[in-house]
């Protein structure tokens, strides 16, 4: 893992939920508090966050927007030929960067190695340097507290923020409700 940011998503029985911090640091610098690394994309119907340069953040969301476009929204299509342009792309594919993007039926973590990775449990993800300490806050509250989608993103993110120097507490979140 490299030394950028925290993301975590979850895809919960009544909502999709995905939250990130603010930092932006440069090696052992703090450049800014309150990016935004979490967008919705094609027509707010998938959530989409970025670890890694800013720069390149949105390079590759316009492109991901691109194949969700050409797949008319279909997210599992959508990755696939996504995860091959980028591996593809002599320039992107060695990029220190990952992607989440979900909607309320799936939930992916995306590289420029091409990996294309639907988590075991389906239901919760997270990338950055602080990845790991957010996914274990994630499965203990999601196990152990009566707690609702965004509150166990906003809580997990705090967790791993006191732990990571690349995360702070500048967290945003965006959520898709479930539709019957």
Request: proline residues 1%.
């Amino acid at each position: 893992m490299f030394e950028a940011t925290t993301i975590l998503a979850y895809k919960g029985a009544n909502k999709a939920v995905i939250g990130g911090d603010g930092q932006v640091s440069f090696g052992h610098t703090v450049l800014k508090n309150n990016a935004t690394k979490i967008r919705r994309l094609h027509h707010g119907k998938i959530l989409a966050g970025f670890a890694g340069s800013t720069a390149d953040a949105f390079n590759l969301f316009d492109m991901f927007e691109d194949h969700l476009e050409q797949q008319h929204g279909d997210l599992m299509k959508s990755v696939i030929e996504f995860s091959k342009a980028w591996r593809k792309d002599k320039v992107l594919r060695r990029l220190e960067a990952m992607m989440i993007v979900l909607n309320t039926e799936h939930i992916f973590i995306l590289t420029g190695n091409g990996d294309v990775v639907e988590p075991e449990d389906g239901a919760i993800a997270a990338i950055g340097s602080g990845g790991n300490y957010a996914i274990a806050a994630a499965r203990a509250l999601q196990k152990h507290a009566d707690i609702d989608e965004e509150h166990l993103i906003t809580e997990s993110l705090h967790i791993a923020a006191d732990l990571c120097i690349y995360t702070n507490h500048e967290i945003k979140t965006l959520v898709l409700e479930k539709t019957s």
